[in-house]
């Protein structure tokens, strides 16, 4: 199964991003659920709503990622706990083209 994490852009640059990938690498916290199952982590971006044509350019990714066969797109705490009160409009983007938003990684 093809997995994505998000992350919100406001983060990047500060952020290690070692949190999500330790818990993907261990199959441990929400990504426990992948233990009996053989997955690829494919991608891993920034969110960037909130950001200049931000919504355009997520929607440009969900589409790359649907058509690279992506199922489960992980939201890393710091895009669940979305400061500008976008969460249901990023779960959109992806849930409208039936890729699964789980929101948590670690
Ligand atoms: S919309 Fe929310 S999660 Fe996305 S970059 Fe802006 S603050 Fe971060």
Redesign the pocket.
């Known amino acids: 199964m093809k997995i994505a994490i ?6 990047a640059g500060r952020c290690s991003t070692m949190g999500c990938f330790r818990a993907y690498n261990n199959k441990d916290k929400y990504f426990s659920v992948y233990k009996d199952i053989d997955t690829e982590l494919l991608a891993f971006f ?6 200049e044509n ?1 919504e355009e350019k997520l929607k440009k990714i969900a589409n790359k990622l649907k058509d690279n066969k992506v199922e489960k797109l992980h ?1 890393g705490v ?2 669940v ?7 249901e ?2 779960k959109k983007v992806f849930t409208d083209l039936a890729i699964d938003v789980i929101e948590g990684t670690h």
Do not use: P
């Open positions: 998000a992350m919100c852009g406001k983060t920034n969110c960037n709503m909130c950001f931000g939201l710091c895009a706990k979305c400061k500008e009160d976008n969460l409009e990023i």
